[in-house]
């Protein structure tokens, strides 16, 4: 019944067909020319009829309409690649056919009855806001029209079907308060009975939060949990701890946003022993872009053209281009994202386009004190190597930088017992790849401090507070955030 009633919504609100486009069509032969056709006709229309973009593709197209695939991709690798604060400059110019006024008079707002914004999201006439929280704590905000939104929120959906669900599955979203907008979501979501999305908001994870989580799971029965991976990470620890009655098992656990880690991912399943734990990976402005494979993080290819090149510090940068958003185009988006990019072949012949070895941001590491850069994928790789001496204890790392020389590390065990076998261990690794210049601080804690409010990364470093998306026009959110900027609350 929830699948009729989803499909049903779907047709009302005129999206069926981009449903179709978006979550069910998939790119996995002859790639390339595809993407090759979606870029040409993106950047024709931008070069045209957007005021940011307008000319600057003007010689690139002539000069390339009738080249070889591999030509054409080694020239589009050399246009301008814009920045978030480009974006952020570039301000009403890109978005396609709206002045500062239609920002003001049609920001989407959810009010009154569900049945009033129904038929507004039917009708088309708004613009969504939506903001990064970007590692400046400044964010980039975004109106996103009726097209833009949905091909948003459905790229989310293509991750979902992906694993097994299918429109009208019960889904348990169980985010932070005050992020990407999701408090007004909740608000919205009056229906859920009938369409079954519910969420569950929470401030901290502690016995009383994850309590509720768990009796909710148990009532609502969901087939899929929707989460970010640090917080499912001490929802698990919670369970274990207090031994909470767990009995529903929500057949898919779906996380994105950080860093997942093998030790996190691990623990998981140990506890959500009925689950498939599967991992995603985008952003805000462009919604999500590739999904776990067993080959890496695989790139929904009808959906996105991931490049990398050469950061300033030699690093390969994610380089994205959301293909069809003409409304609010991205073009050559540097995310200032760390990985590695490829296509390749399974062994059925089936095209793969993958992401692996993500990093994060540049930004995000340990600088030691030769100047060698550590990333999380450092750290990853020595709890894995001090978990194979001490059983899996290990659920959870966080790194501060402390100063110049001196690094924190906290851990989170199960067996208290192995504390002191694994700080030798732990500062003895870190001493022979790090240096023994560096002053190693080795924690044991039962909760890693954290403001959910912001961007969990398995590195702090000073003065790091990438707030999550969404705090748009909202004075109380703003004021909170103001407030919180040189406080973190104890988790």
């Known amino acids: 019944m929830r699948r009729f009633l989803t499909q049903l919504a779907f047709r009302f609100m005129g999206v069926k067909k981009l449903y179709n486009e978006v979550v069910e069509q998939d790119r996995l032969h002859d790639i390339k020319p595809k993407i090759r056709k979606d870029l040409a006709d993106l950047l024709t ?50 978005l396609n056919g709206y002045g ?77 308060k005050n992020t990407y907008n999701i408090d007004d979501m909740a608000k919205f979501n009056k229906y859920d009975k009938y369409c079954g999305f519910r969420y569950q908001l929470f401030d901290r994870i502690d016995r009383e939060s994850v309590t509720e989580l768990v009796h909710e799971i148990n009532r609502f029965k969901p087939k899929m949990l929707l989460i970010f991976p640090s917080p499912l990470n001490m929802v698990a620890h919670t369970i274990r701890k207090y031994n909470l009655p767990l009995e529903h098992h929500p057949e898919l656990l779906n996380v994105s946003g950080e860093t997942f880690f093998d030790c996190q991912k691990k623990n998981i399943q140990d506890v959500f022993t009925g689950s498939v734990v599967e991992d995603s990976y985008g952003s805000v402005e462009l919604g999500e872009l590739a999904h776990e494979t067993k080959n890496g993080l695989e790139v929904f290819a009808n959906v996105a053209y991931v490049e990398t090149a050469p950061n300033e510090n030699g690093k390969p940068e994610m380089i994205i281009t959301r293909l069809g958003l003409t409304d609010f185009p991205f073009i050559r988006y540097k995310m200032k994202d760390i990985a590695h990019v490829e296509f390749r072949k399974d062994d059925d012949g089936k095209e793969m386009y993958v992401i692996s070895n993500i990093e994060g941001k540049d930004s995000n590491y340990i600088l030691s004190h030769s100047g060698e850069r550590f990333y999380p994928s450092f750290f990853n790789n020595l709890v894995n190597e001090l978990n194979a001496i001490c059983n899996n204890n290990i659920l959870e790392i966080k790194v501060f930088e402390r100063g110049q020389t001196n690094m924190e590390v906290q851990f989170i065990v199960k067996d208290a017992s192995q504390e002191e076998l694994i700080r030798d261990a732990a500062k003895k690794s870190l001493i022979e790849k790090m240096g023994d210049q560096m002053h190693y601080e080795i924690k044991f804690v039962e909760f890693i401090e954290h403001d959910y409010r912001r961007k969990y990364r398995v590195i702090e470093r000073i003065d790091d507070v990438e707030y999550a998306g969404g705090i748009v026009g909202n004075a109380q959110k703003l004021a909170a955030i103001e407030g919180s900027k040189n406080e973190v609350e104890p988790v």
């Open 100 to 176: 500062e006024n239609d920002v003001k008079e049609m920001e989407l707002q959810f009010a009154g009855k569900p049945v009033d914004s129904l038929k507004r999201l039917r009708n088309g006439k708004f613009l969504m806001p939506m903001a990064t929280g970007g590692s400046t704590s400044l964010p980039l905000i975004i109106h996103m029209t009726k097209h833009h939104m949905f091909s948003m929120l459905f790229t989310f959906f293509k991750c979902w079907y992906r694993m097994g669900w299918r429109p009208g599955d019960k889904i348990l979203v169980f985010y932070p």
């Open 45 to 94: 229309n931008a070069n045209e009829n957007n005021d940011f973009f307008r000319g600057k593709f003007t010689q690139f197209l002539s000069e390339n309409h009738g080249v070889d695939d591999e030509t054409f991709f080694a020239a589009y690798g050399k246009l301008p690649a814009f920045s978030k604060e480009d974006y952020a400059e570039g301000g009403i110019d890109l």
